[in-house]
């Protein structure tokens, strides 16, 4: 089975970029899916595709892929954007089981 | 509003059984392929098992292999976790999530989840 890798913590000061990183061979044939989750909520859909926002995520959120990298961007982080991120993506056998990434915790300062 | 409700959680001892459900409404729930999705306390996010549209193909990671039952009716737009031989480790909450595989393969809807607890 596949595995996808993320950094388990990553911090950004308010208005500043950061970027949430995921590996894992599985993204050399498949887009990664990003989430985002707040404590005691359910996760939320905020990027798929090659690069895709769901109607209403903001225009900050971006997403990119380079070989087996997938990479999350937020550009000009706000407070509420902090949270919890995970990626998806299917595993690398070519069915239809899904993997996801370990999680990254971001810190807005 | 598209909406997805869980329910059938609670506290089981070990070995025991539980069935989970998932209420789907303002959409086609026909048309979607559904995942559950578990979170242990404290934990990330493990993709648990999917099912197709007609229920013909049907995918579990492997640590719930041979013990949980992923099902559905589209008739009741319901779809259902049937989780047997429960151990401590599957402690978590449980997420439905409409699978959208086909279109833009992301979990695009989730539940508000239902807690599940294997203790003696």
């Known amino acids: 089975s596949s595995e996808l890798t993320q950094d388990p913590a990553v911090s950004v000061a308010l208005g500043q970029t950061v970027r949430i990183t995921c590996q894992g061979d599985?993204?050399?044939?498949?887009?990664a899916s990003w989430y985002q989750q707040k404590p005691g909520q359910a996760p939320v859909l905020v990027i798929y595709?090659?690069?895709n926002r769901p109607s209403g995520i903001p225009d900050r959120f971006s997403g990119s892929s380079s070989g087996n990298t997938a990479s999350l961007t937020i550009t000009g982080a706000q407070a509420e954007d902090e949270a919890d991120y995970y990626c998806?993506?299917?595993?690398?056998?070519?069915?239809?089981?899904?993997?996801f990434g370990g999680g990254t915790k971001l810190t807005v300062l | 509003e598209v909406q997805l409700v869980e329910s059938g959680g609670g506290l089981v001892q070990p070995g025991g059984s539980l069935r989970l459900s998932c209420a789907a409404s303002?959409?086609?729930?026909?048309?979607?392929?559904m995942s559950w999705v578990r979170q242990a306390p404290g934990k990330g996010l493990e993709w648990v098992a999917n099912?197709?549209?007609?229920?013909?193909?049907?995918y579990y990671v492997d640590s719930v292999k041979g013990r949980f039952t992923i099902s559905r009716d589209n008739a009741k737009n319901s779809l259902y976790l049937q989780m047997n031989s429960l151990r401590a480790e599957d402690t978590a909450v449980y997420y439905c999530?409409?699978?959208?595989?086909?279109?833009?393969?992301?979990?695009?809807?989730w539940g508000q989840g239902t807690m599940v607890t294997v203790s003696s």
């Open positions: 999530a409409r699978d959208e595989i086909q279109e833009i393969d992301a979990f695009d809807i």
């Open positions: 303002g959409f086609t729930f026909s048309s979607y392929w």
């Open positions: 099912i197709k549209q007609d229920g013909s193909e049907k």
């Open positions: 599985s993204l050399r044939s498949y887009y």
């Open positions: 595709g090659k690069n």
């Open positions: 998806n993506s299917r595993d690398s056998s070519g069915n239809h089981l899904r993997v």
